[in-house]
Structures are given as structure tokens and as C-alpha cells.
């Protein structure tokens, strides 16, 4: 069975912190994803990886970067922490398109994090 | 544009009742059709995917999905609910490249 982990399921910080969250898939998945969900805007994709070092901006990349120095490993950083990236915190992680096109995404937990 | 739309935020059914949880989408090509539950504070748990075949797909906890390709809907049904059924239900497209859409998610309320 697939296992995506997120290394925390709560975590809060100080406006201005650099803050890491971290996500490790046990499938091989080429691809891996960042999203935050918040009430009423649904989920919404931050960045996205095809394949290790490889990264593309998703649709709300503003304040974020993110690492993929292995393929099991996609870190998404808040290089400067404010209030308003309070959210719940989503990796996802999938085979590309091709001969597993069929396959969803699988995701973990969440981390909710909170910005004071 | 392309579009996933959940018409319901919220679906209320009694304990026993069948259920429905309708989405239809607005995405090019043949797209693959997949339908999520979240509980809270937790993640995505994938129910189900209509890929081709038969337009009735079964998927996990007895949850089933109609695909129909002249409406584009992909509505997601149970013949029988369950309390334990009530969370966040989200019906997600993917074009089989790099754009997976959405929708905004229907919360089911199974009321015993």
C-alpha cells in the first residue's frame, strides 16, 4: 500500500521563521505535489515536481519554494512565515502520465500549520 | 476554462437512505475521472477512477460512481449510507498530463 508521510500533523511558528515541511513517498512516484486547503477555496496547488531537481510553480507559489534532492523526498518552504500561510498543508505523490496514467494521486495527513 | 463543479456544498440523507453526490466537469479530451474522501484532519483517501469500460465503477466502502459522457457527470452513489459515510467528498479530474482540477468539495451529513 502506498505511504506518503508529512513529517508533522500540527506545527506552529513566528511570522518571519523559515519554516520547512517535509514529505516522504515510499512508491517510486516520479511526481510529487504541494497543496494548501483552506475553507472555501478548496485545494489549491503550490509547486509541483516531475522528477528529482526537477520543479514547476503551481497556481499559488508566492512566499514558497521547495527541494527535491531524492526522488522519495519533496520539501516545501516558507522562506519568510506570515499569517496569512496559516493553512492545512497536502503532499500528494503519483506516477507521470504514461504507462500508469491511470493510478490517482495518493496524499498524507496534512499538516495543519499555524503562523503567529 | 476547464472545470470541476460540485453543485452542493452540503447533502443531508437519514441512515439507510441511498445517496448521491453529483459533479460534472468541463475538461477537453477524454479525461480520468476520480472521486476523494477526506475525514477530518486528514488527507485525500481515493474512493474511486472511471478510466474507460463500463460507465458504473465500484470503488471502496461500497461507494459506486456513474460516468456519463454526454452530460459529463461522474456523480458519486451509495445504495445504502452510513453515519461513518459523513465527511468531505471531492470529485477531482485529471487530463492525463500535468493539470488535475478540483471541485470544491460536498460535505455528506449522515444523520442517524
Known amino acids: 500500500d502506498v505511504k506518503v508521510t508529512q513529517s508533522s500533523r500540527y506545527l506552529v511558528k513566528r511570522t518571519g521563521e523559515k519554516v520547512f515541511l517535509e514529505c516522504v513517498q515510499d512508491?517510486?512516484?516520479?511526481?510529487m505535489f504541494w497543496y494548501r486547503q483552506d475553507p472555501g477555496l478548496g485545494l489549491r496547488l503550490i509547486y509541483f515536481?516531475?522528477?528529482?531537481?526537477?520543479?514547476e510553480k503551481g497556481d499559488i507559489p508566492e512566499g514558497y519554494s521547495v527541494s527535491r534532492e531524492k526522488k522519495e523526498r519533496f520539501s516545501l518552504i516558507l522562506e519568510s512565515a506570515s499569517t496569512n500561510q496559516t493553512s492545512m498543508y497536502l503532499c500528494?505523490?503519483?506516477?507521470?502520465?504514461?504507462?500508469?496514467?491511470?493510478?490517482?494521486?495518493?496524499f498524507g495527513d496534512g499538516t495543519r500549520l499555524s503562523i503567529l | 476554462a476547464q472545470s470541476v463543479a460540485q453543485p452542493e456544498d452540503q447533502v443531508n440523507v437519514a441512515e439507510g437512505n441511498p445517496l448521491t453526490v453529483k459533479c460534472t466537469y468541463s475538461v477537453s479530451g477524454n479525461p480520468y475521472l476520480f472521486w476523494y474522501v477526506q475525514y477530518p484532519n486528514r488527507g485525500l483517501q481515493f474512493l474511486l477512477k472511471y478510466i474507460t469500460g463500463d460507465n458504473l465503477v465500484k470503488g471502496s466502502y461500497g461507494f459506486e460512481a456513474e460516468f456519463n459522457k454526454s452530460q459529463t457527470s461522474f456523480h458519486l452513489k451509495k445504495p445504502s449510507a452510513l453515519v461513518s459515510d459523513s465527511a468531505l467528498y471531492f470529485c477531482v479530474v485529471w487530463d492525463g498530463g500535468f493539470k488535475t482540477i478540483f471541485g470544491a468539495g460536498t460535505r455528506l451529513f449522515v444523520k442517524a
Open positions: 515536481s516531475y522528477d528529482v531537481k526537477m520543479k
Open positions: 500528494a505523490s503519483r506516477f507521470p502520465a504514461g504507462a500508469y496514467s491511470n493510478q490517482p494521486q495518493h
Open positions: 512508491m517510486d512516484h516520479e511526481n
